[in-house]
């Protein structure tokens, strides 16, 4: 079981930047991988950005360039910097981690990008 708690999502106008982050804990020993989601209304959940326990990054076409997830494991924490930020980036963005029993979720947190 591992628990993970997101924080750093708000308000931002288009072309600006968020940080968000995402302590685990709990059976963090065990996590093989760490990604971002996001969950915009009347839409499914889409994988963001995911870092392995091996440092190998992957994104979603429509972020990268601009999307940057990286990790500190002395703080088990997961980062997702967000450059240029778009009103399509609008979204809830939830925190993932993957062990060899499956997915762990965090709560949430809104990232709104408006004028």
């Known amino acids: 079981q591992v628990q993970l708690v997101e924080s750093g999502g708000g308000l931002v106008q288009p072309g600006g930047s968020l940080r968000l982050s995402c302590t685990a804990s709990?059976?963090?020993?065990?996590?093989?991988?760490k990604g971002w989601y996001r969950q915009a209304p009347g839409r499914q959940r889409e994988s963001v950005a995911r870092?392995?326990?091996?440092?190998?990054?992957d994104y979603a076409y429509s972020v990268r360039g601009r999307f940057t997830i990286s990790g500190d494991n002395a703080a088990n924490t997961v980062y997702l910097q967000m450059n240029s930020l778009k009103p399509e980036d609008t979204a809830v963005y939830y925190c993932?981690?993957?062990?060899?029993?499956?997915?762990?979720w965090g709560q949430g947190t809104q990232v709104t990008v408006s004028s």
């Open positions: 993932s981690a993957d062990l060899p029993t499956g997915r762990s």
């Open positions: 709990g059976n963090i020993g065990s996590i093989y991988a």
């Open positions: 870092i392995t326990s091996d440092g190998t990054t």
